[in-house]
């Protein structure tokens, strides 16, 4: 292995205690065992790009499926094993072609999280979100308990965990895939799309793994990611803002606990959906 990827392994040290003095991170960087350590990173030497799916890394010349050209000037190359033991190529580029920005719609809306429709827009569409680890958790826990009657170091062990391996991944892609393409179709769709804050620990708390399986989170990134990409703007107002319990035509505020699923204003009379009318809300604090 070359200097530099000794280099990049100091360099990741150094940015692990950096989140944790900025408190990003809860418990500061520790070692990990060798077989875990899954990727290295090759700066300006080590590699060669020869072609189109064709490259040479460390003198050895090697074969790989190119999802698509590579644009720019590359300035670093990781190689990543996962679980499986399949290995992934990415480059950092730096003066990549920018792409053309979405048309302009003249349209914004403000977005609702929710447990039973992922996304209540403030017109009135609601998003239902799949549950790839529900809908394999019985899958999962029938190759998860299969893993534990294997013989520790054994080949059928190592079987048994490339399936449990193999069930994580496609849970992963397909919750995604989802997000990626439902991010994009929002976006192109709106010029401005207004999220609410989520505290997620405590969402984990209260409804455990539903949460993780919808991937909160993670969609925002992609969203956010996303908006930059085609010249939107994505707006997240703060997590203290009273968008369920008040009424957006009055602004008349009153509590609403969890099992009301129907916003009725002492106010005003105003008769509402409980997440459209936060939805309304969510827009209007995302204009201020």
Known sequence: MGSQSVQAITDRLYLGW????????????????RRKYRSFTLKQCG????????????????????????????????????????IHITFSCDNVPQPAEAPKTGLSAGADFGLKDFLTLSTGERIAAPQPLKARLRRLRKAGAALSRKQKGSKSRNRARLDVARLHRKVANVRSDWQWKQARMLLVMFDILVFETLNIKAMQQLWGRKVGDLGFADFLSKAGWMAKKLGKD???????????????????????????????????????????????????????
């Not at 799916?53 to 990543?80: C, M, W």
């Open 18 to 33: 950096e989140a944790f003095f900025r408190g990003d991170i809860k418990r500061p960087p520790t070692f990990r065992k």
């Open 47 to 86: 590699y060669r790009v020869l072609g189109h799916g064709r490259i040479r890394i460390l003198g050895r010349n090697y074969r790989f499926n190119q999802s698509r050209a590579v644009a720019g000037i590359i300035k670093t190359l990781t190689v990543r094993m996962d679980a499986l033991r399949d």
């Open 234 to 288: 994505l707006i997240k107002i703060d997590q203290w803002e009273p968008t369920t319990k008040s009424c957006h035509l009055c602004g008349y505020r009153q509590d609403m606990p969890l099992i009301t699923r129907t916003f009725q204003c002492r106010s005003c009379g105003n008769v509402e959906d409980r997440d459209l009318n936060a939805a309304y809300n969510i827009l209007e604090a995302g204009r201020f």
